[in-house]
């Protein structure tokens, strides 16, 4: 599984993955880049729930999206604004082939799946 991360803030960010008690690290992200991240397929095993946290360098800000359920294949696609409180989170799913490039699967609601356009 990827995680892909697009830093629009102004600050580093360290970005974090969580599943219930267990935190991984997955990197660091510089201001204004975009990076990837694998995330093991043991860490999502089991259907769970994984949220991403990230930690603003040097400050007390931060940005906890909801928890989203993944599959293996899925990109988890989190950008980081400005302003974080309109950062978003999405998930695009893979399904064992090439993901559908012009759909992203949405994590504002994880109880209600839909599709939106890709920004």
């Known amino acids: 599984m990827r995680v892909e991360i697009a830093n629009l803030h ?3 960010v360290t970005v974090f993955a969580t599943r219930g008690s ?5 990197g660091l992200v510089t201001s204004n880049s975009t990076r990837s991240f694998a995330l093991s397929s043991e860490f999502i095993a089991g259907g769970y729930s994984v949220a991403l946290y990230a930690d603003v360098v040097g400050s007390d800000d931060f940005y906890r999206p909801l928890p989203v ?3 293996l294949g899925d990109v988890i696609v989190l950008r980081l604004r400005p302003a974080l409180a309109q950062s978003n989170l999405s998930v695009r799913p893979g399904g064992g082939g090439e993901p559908d490039r012009d759909t992203l699967w949405t994590g504002e609601d994880p109880s209600a799946r839909r599709l939106s356009p890709r920004p």
Do not use: E, H, N, P
């Open 69 to 71: 359920t993944v599959s």
């Open 10 to 12: 102004w600050r580093d």
């Open 22 to 26: 267990a935190r991984r690290r997955l």
